[in-house]
């Protein structure tokens, strides 16, 4: 018994997935929400992750916004009480 795509010929295969991926989002970026990194002292969380325990070279590493998940996933930031209110 043959497979239904190949009766289909060539291309039977590729249309499938092209009717898949139009069902997708465009957006290829989903995850949660990016941080507004103005509302954060950047040279104060790195100085508390660093007070915790993480390693300075470490934090070279990281871009803003994963310094500030950092910290929140921690509980190094106050704000995140406040924002939940």
């Known amino acids: 018994m043959k497979a239904r795509w190949l009766t289909q010929g ?3 295969k590729s249309k499938k997935k092209d009717k898949k ?3 997708e989002p465009a957006d290829s ?3 949660p929400p990016k941080p507004d990194l103005s509302k954060y002292n950047m040279a104060e969380l790195k100085s508390k992750l660093i007070e915790a325990g993480m390693p300075e070279d470490m934090l070279a590493l990281f871009s803003d916004a994963d310094i500030v998940e950092n910290a929140r996933s921690m509980g190094l930031l106050d704000e995140t009480k406040q924002e939940g209110k």
């Open 21 to 23: 991926q139009g069902n």
């Open 10 to 12: 060539p291309e039977g």
């Open 29 to 31: 970026t989903a995850g």
